[in-house]
Every structure is written in structure tokens, then in C-alpha cells.
């Protein structure tokens, strides 16, 4: 128990240092979280499936569905529900990582969802997962996933390593589509909440298939679509239960991995 308790602390301790960082190591990122609307702009405008050819190669992209399928039986085939802290704990036991769940307020707290250390941190035995409790439950739970998706990244396809600490910030997802590592675990969040025969049939119907050139525009009858799934099955509503000072970045998560999503189903067929 002593040796239990011992380590928590220095969990604890770990992610105290890491969350008093976050400001000086993330201080591009916390800037243009104060100002939304100019990422959400570059998403809608953004060509997700030119990303996903450039960063994330089909091969990796099927073992990483692999790996995920080993952890969770029906991944790609049934929604992933949402987790409470105790189910998120559950399964990093289950993964072999630490985890730490707290909520990170503050005046620019929530500009940060979560983080995924890995083991080359400090004294670290194993990685740790941090996810920030004070955003939605929703937002949790995905935060959790992303960075499994890290972890998995490196377990399955090795690399990573050289980024000791990767730090989510919320609405930060213009930069998730530049950078490798990022996109491969939200694409694994754009899976978790849209299985493949839910996929085909919100985007096959509600985007314009043949047309190319506008097909990377959320059309709002995707955009409704998708909303309706949200509600049906986590629950979730942007303008009922999100406080405006969130919401901007909400609808960014919700527009990137939906477009996410869209462009897995037109470039890989999957
Ligand atoms: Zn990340």
C-alpha cells in the first residue's frame, strides 16, 4: 500500500510540474486558443484527405486500427462509449500506463485538454496519460483516446519518443493535420465515435461524392447529421451544454473529426 500510495504522489508531483509548464512550453498555442475563429476558419477550408495522403500512410493506419481492435473487440464496427474516470482508469491499468485525471482551471486551463508523456520523461517507469476533467465529459473521454493513440503509436510503430511530452490543446486541430502524430491518434478518436456503418451513412449520403473540389466542405446537412449523432449517441449538444466561451473550439472539434472521418472513408475505404 505504502509503495502504492508513493507512487501516486509522484504521479501527482509529475503532472504538477508538466501542468506548471504547459504555459512557457505551449505559449504559440495558448495564444491562438484565445482566438478560435481563426483556426475554425482553416478547417473548414482545409483538404482533409491531402493530409491524411501526406501524414498518415495506409499501412500504419491499418495497424493502428489493429492495435486498437486487440484493445476494444468492436472498434471500427461499434460506437466507443463515453468513460467515466474510473472506466478511463480501468483501461490504462489495462494498457500498463499511469494515469491522472484532475481538472486544470485556472485562467487558461482550459486551453488544455490533456497530455501523453512517455517513458523517457524524467524518472517515468511507465508513460502517463493526464486528461483534464474540467471540459465535457465528451471532450474527456476523446482527450483519453487521442492519447492512446499516442501510446499505441508508439507501441505498434515505435518513433514518438523523440517528443517526450505532447501537449493537446483545445482547437489546436489545424496544427493536428501538419503533424504525423497528431492526426494518427485523432484519427482514432474519429473512429471511436464513427464506426464505419455509421460513417457510410452520414457521409456517404450527406457529401457531395462526386464532386472533389467541394467534397472537403462540411455541407449543413452533413453538418446536421452529424449533430444529430452526437445527441443520439453520447448525449452531446454544443449550444445546450457548452459554455460560450468554449463553444468555438467545441465546433472545431466536432467539425475536424467529423471531416476526419469523411476523408478516412474517401481515401481508404475505411
Ligand atoms: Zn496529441
Redesign the pocket.
Known sequence: MAAQANSQLHIENVVARILSETQDKTADKIAAWKKPSDDLRRLLRHDYVRSLRKNLPYQELKALIAGFSNLLPGFNREVVGMYSTNGLAEWAAVLDVHFNAAPNEGEEGLALRGF?VNRKEGTLKRPLIYVNTAHHPLAVSSTFL??V??HMSSEILGGNEHTPV???IDGDYAS?LEEP??LA?DVMVSIAGYPEPIARKIFATAWEWGLVARAKDLTEAALSEVRRHLKKVYGFDLTEQIPAAQMLHYLSGTIHFAKLRWALLSEYDI
Open positions: 501523453y487521442h492519447e493513440g499516442h505532447h501537449f493537446f493536428h502524430a497528431e491518434a
